[in-house]
């Protein structure tokens, strides 16, 4: 498996420069989420052209003009704004801080969901268990939490999950169900939003969402809200008991943003339960975004830092893997890949697998 990646091409001068931005990481991160929060960039955005003052802000956003200049200071070492004759003025980056909705997303679901769990990095590293958990609550997983997350954390939780894969979805709904009449398994349907766009997608398809018992019940409930109960039911299960075998009879199963939730050796056991479920003209399609398979750093960047999620809130053991790494776990269950398609929705490879 070739895994080579990146260089050391940077001078000591500009690579100690990048030690000092992760040694100060936490505070960047802080000050640009409360310039954003406060009004500032906002107010600073208002005047792209001239820019404005610290007491022009202050007195604006009812803040001492201690507290705007501090934070315009940090702001001017994350080159969020500049200064030019003591105006600020917003830059590009400022901008997406600002207003880009992925940006915003990330940013929330980092602040919400992550950022005091991953004082427990190093725990969770040392024991493989999400140790960063406690933070939001007791329980062995994040998923076997979701239902009980604040408001504001699980407002958050979800935007980062379905911004993710909600705009895949219409562009995989023709491969998936190709015909009419067909029965899908979505495998960790979550709150049912892959199944209602298939439902609303085509009316003669039946959809059964087989996850744990507390989530299902939120998905039926969309399900019945949106007028889909006839074609949408659920099979309650525990994915990580493997001893329960997958129910059968169907022409199609469906995992999107599923296997990253667990380790290797989990998906393995999973995809062997998945392919003893399937016959010759079963097909299994994998939805992920594999780190390895993105166009832009960006996307790299944002992934390789997700998984680090995984490992200190979500499980302890998951991760966003490596494209060649799920090859060789669909392998080991007994499966091929017979169909592969990259950039679809935001970063994302569908995998299609058969027996």
Same mark, same amino acid.
Do not use: W
């Given at each position: 498996m070739k895994k080579d990646y990146g260089n050391d091409r940077l001078s000591a001068v500009n690579a100690k420069f990048e030690a000092q931005k992760l040694a100060f990481a936490p505070m960047a991160f802080m000050a640009a989420k409360v310039l954003r929060d406060t009004g500032i960039l906002k107010a600073v955005a208002a005047k792209p052209d001239e820019g404005l003052t610290a007491i022009e802000i202050a007195n604006d956003l009812k803040l001492s003009r201690y507290s705007i200049e501090v934070l315009l200071d940090a702001g001017l070492s994350s080159q969020l704004v500049y200064m030019r004759d003591e105006h600020y003025?917003?830059?590009?980056?400022?901008?997406?801080i600002l207003n880009d909705k992925l940006t915003r997303i990330n940013m929330d679901f980092v602040a919400d969901v992550c950022y005091k769990g991953m004082f427990h990095l190093q725990e969770a590293i040392e024991t493989n268990t999400p140790a960063g958990l406690k933070e939001l609550g007791n329980w062995p997983t994040i998923y076997h939490g979701l239902p009980e997350l604040s408001e504001q954390t699980k407002k958050s939780w979800f935007a980062f999950d379905h911004y993710y894969s909600d705009g895949v979805f219409e562009s995989v709904l023709p491969i998936v169900l190709p015909r009419k009449q067909m029965r899908l398994l979505d495998v960790g349907g979550n709150t049912g939003k892959f199944a209602m766009q298939c439902a609303a997608y085509d009316n003669s398809a039946?959809?059964?969402?087989?996850? !744990?018992?507390?989530?299902?019940?939120?998905?039926? /409930? #969309?399900?019945?809200?949106a007028g889909y109960e006839t074609q949408i039911d659920g099979h309650p299960t525990d994915i990580l008991d493997h001893t329960k075998p997958f129910p059968t009879g169907f022409d199609a199963i469906w995992?999107?943003?599923?296997?990253?939730?667990?380790?290797?050796?989990?998906?393995?056991?999973? !995809?062997?339960?998945?392919?003893?479920?399937?016959? /010759? #003209?079963?097909?299994?399609?994998i939805l992920e975004t594999f780190w390895d398979r993105q166009k832009y750093e960006a996307a790299t960047y944002s992934l390789n830092y997700t998984s680090l999620y995984f490992t200190a809130l979500a499980n302890g053991k998951s991760r966003m893997y490596h494209s060649e790494e799920m090859k060789e776990a669909i392998a080991k269950a007994g499966l091929k890949v017979i169909d592969e398609k990259d950039d679809l929705g935001v970063s994302h490879t569908l995998l299609t697998c058969s027996k």
């Open positions: 003025i917003l830059t590009k980056t400022g901008h997406f039946r959809i059964t969402i087989m996850d !744990l018992p507390q989530q299902l019940n939120v998905a039926k /409930e #969309n399900a019945k809200e995992m999107s943003q599923f296997l990253d939730c667990f380790s290797f050796e989990d998906i393995v056991a999973i !995809l062997k339960r998945a392919a003893a479920s399937m016959d /010759e #003209n079963c097909r299994l399609y």
